[in-house]
């Protein structure tokens, strides 16, 4: 079937809204339509699906109650459908990047971390390797523990501690 019969067949649908296993087997351009014309159960299973079958969504998609399902859901999201999120401004955009920031390269991380402003700006301290950014903690979250785990993985940092319930990198021979 093509997608203009698929849209309007669809068009009148007036019944229950779709779930993702209901929509698993379709093309990515059929979800857009049924997503379009709000015919879909927006949850986690649905943006799990989305993510796993790559469906190119506009930047607008990516709204504060979208971010919120991806968030509690735990979905990762590839590089394209992050940067896409993360350009709508946004209190969940900091924890959104944090937790997909393994999809990412250092060049987009480091952009991020620019344009952001996450931690005061400490992450871009150490890994510029800024004077004193040995002498930097952070606050035990979520968001900064995962920060600090990708920079150990990237050999920014040799571990974390915590000291006094805030997290500190270590350096050994650094």
């Known amino acids: 079937m093509n997608e203009e019969t698929f849209q309007d067949i669809w ?5 229950r809204n779709l779930e993702a296993e209901d929509i698993s087997q379709l093309s990515n351009n059929m979800i857009q339509i049924l997503l379009k014309l709000q015919h879909l159960k927006l949850d986690g299973d649905l943006l799990q699906l989305l993510a796993n079958k790559k469906v190119d969504l506009k930047s607008d998609f990516y709204t504060h109650s979208i971010k919120e399902i991806l968030l509690e859901s735990q979905v990762v ?10 350009t709508i401004t946004d209190n969940n955009n900091d924890k959104l990047f944090s937790h997909n920031i393994r999809e990412l390269s250092i060049s987009d991380v480091q952009f991020y971390l620019r344009q952001s402003n996450l931690a005061d700006g400490k992450f ?3 890994m510029n390797q800024t004077m004193g950014h040995k002498r930097i903690i952070f606050d035990n979250n979520d968001i900064n523990e995962r920060m600090l785990d990708w920079m150990k993985e990237n050999s920014y940092i040799d571990d974390v501690t915590v000291v006094s319930n805030k997290l500190k990198p270590v350096y050994e021979g650094k």
């Open 77 to 86: 999201m590839d590089k394209s459908a992050l940067k896409k999120a993360l």
């Open 11 to 15: 068009q009148s649908y007036e019944g």
């Open 124 to 126: 871009m301290k150490i």
